[in-house]
């Protein structure tokens, strides 16, 4: 059973950057075949898909997010992170890290809450 457990500030102000981990336990980040995703949902909106990165290590950035983004990994803490530069209160949502297998998600993380307020 892969389990994936996000984890960051809760708060973050206007113009900073955001830094989310995710850490993954029952399954390697670096197995074929597989990549690991960042996604939010903003309040009353659908899910957003931002980044993920490859068993590789190679990153596939969403348009809408590349100019403000960046994703990587510790493959001996198995865990990869996102960085979101310039956030502003639109950057407020739920974000979720998850797992893709031949490009379907199959495992969730349970989402953290990310507000941006001053």
């Known amino acids: 059973q892969v389990q994936l457990q996000e984890s960051g500030p809760g708060l973050v102000k206007p113009s900073q950057t955001l830094s989310l981990t995710c850490i993954v336990s029952g399954g390697s980040i670096t197995s074929t075949n597989s990549a690991w995703s960042w996604i939010r949902q903003p309040p009353g909106k659908g899910l957003e898909w931002m980044v993920k990165?490859?068993?590789?290590?190679?990153?596939y950035y969403s348009p809408f997010f590349a100019s403000r983004t960046s994703i990587s990994r510790d493959t001996s803490a198995n865990q990869f992170s996102l960085q979101l530069i310039s956030v502003t209160p639109e950057d407020t949502a739920v974000y979720y890290c998850a797992r893709h297998i031949n490009w379907s998600i199959d495992y969730w993380g349970q989402g953290t809450q990310v507000t941006v307020s001053s």
């Open positions: 990165i490859g068993y590789d290590g190679r990153p």
